[in-house]
């Protein structure tokens, strides 16, 4: 009840021009977020030879570190210190789902309130990368079916289409978020040592998976790749979306959804 009224008491004190801004702001930066979503979904139908080079050579890449799976493992496995304990615990944190949404929504939340363009739009363009990524991993782990290594079942045990997580271990839904954050980041920020930070950091997001036993090293590493073009891909396109995108346009009586070409 609280929480009510103090809403309904924000929304009297604040004037009705600023409260128009603020409802016009959400509407085109929703209609951007459905943009980037449809572009990165669709993407695929619009690729060249370069493009299907690189997917291609993300695959090869990914099976080749499937040979080093058992290796990384047993490297974890010899490395079980307490110090690496309370390291895994904090890095893991990085790579949560609903850690890094919070973290996104208070960007933009504060971009917002602040009229602070850059944040907000970071907030935006990170949230709709996780979302993206996340939507496409969480799909492709009931689908694959891969065994976790805690199973001891081996690198090479599938059972698709399972709901049960011991069955979810490709590809690193952790390793996926994490750099989701940190390719956006990179790319907003554009400086070098920030960047090579902010990957430093994702990538202990992912070893923490490793070695917390829960993840074999080809789930990361095509986590890490996937993720990290798929959230690059977002920023491009939503730093060139006066070109091409699906905004919704507010129109007499409502609000249309609008492609523009």
Request: aromatic share 8%; hydrophobic share 45%; glycine share 10%.
């Amino acid at each position: 009840m609280r929480s009510l009224l103090t809403a309904l008491l924000l929304g009297y004190c604040i004037p009705v021009s600023a409260q128009e801004d603020v409802v016009h702001q959400l509407t085109r930066d929703g209609g951007d977020a459905i943009g980037a979503a449809a572009h990165v979904f669709s993407s695929p139908l619009h690729w060249e030879g370069n493009d299907w080079v690189c997917a291609a050579g993300a695959l090869v890449f990914t099976g080749a570190s499937a040979l080093l799976d058992d290796e990384t493992r047993d490297l974890m496995k010899r490395n079980q210190t307490s110090l690496n304990d309370r390291l895994q615990t904090i890095t893991v944190e990085y790579g949560s789902g609903l850690n890094m949404m919070l973290l996104s929504a208070g960007l933009y939340t504060a971009g917002l309130i602040g009229n602070n363009k850059w944040v907000r739009e970071t907030g935006l363009l990170t949230g709709t990368a996780i979302v993206c990524a996340a939507t496409v991993s969480t799909l492709t782990k009931g689908i694959v079916g891969r065994a976790r290594p805690f199973l001891e079942l081996g690198n090479h045990r599938f059972k698709p289409f399972q709901l049960n997580d011991p069955y979810h271990s490709f590809p690193s839904g952790h390793t996926i978020v994490a750099f989701s954050v940190s390719a956006v980041l990179a790319e907003r920020i554009k400086n070098t040592w920030a960047s090579i930070g902010l990957y430093v950091i994702a990538a202990g997001s992912a070893a923490s998976r490793l070695y917390s036993d829960n993840h074999w090293l080809s789930d990361v590493v095509f986590g890490a790749l996937y993720s990290t073009a798929m959230a690059r891909s977002i920023v491009t396109w939503y730093e060139h979306r006066e070109e091409d995108g699906l905004s919704l346009v507010p129109v007499p009586g409502g609000r249309s959804i609008t492609w523009v070409l």
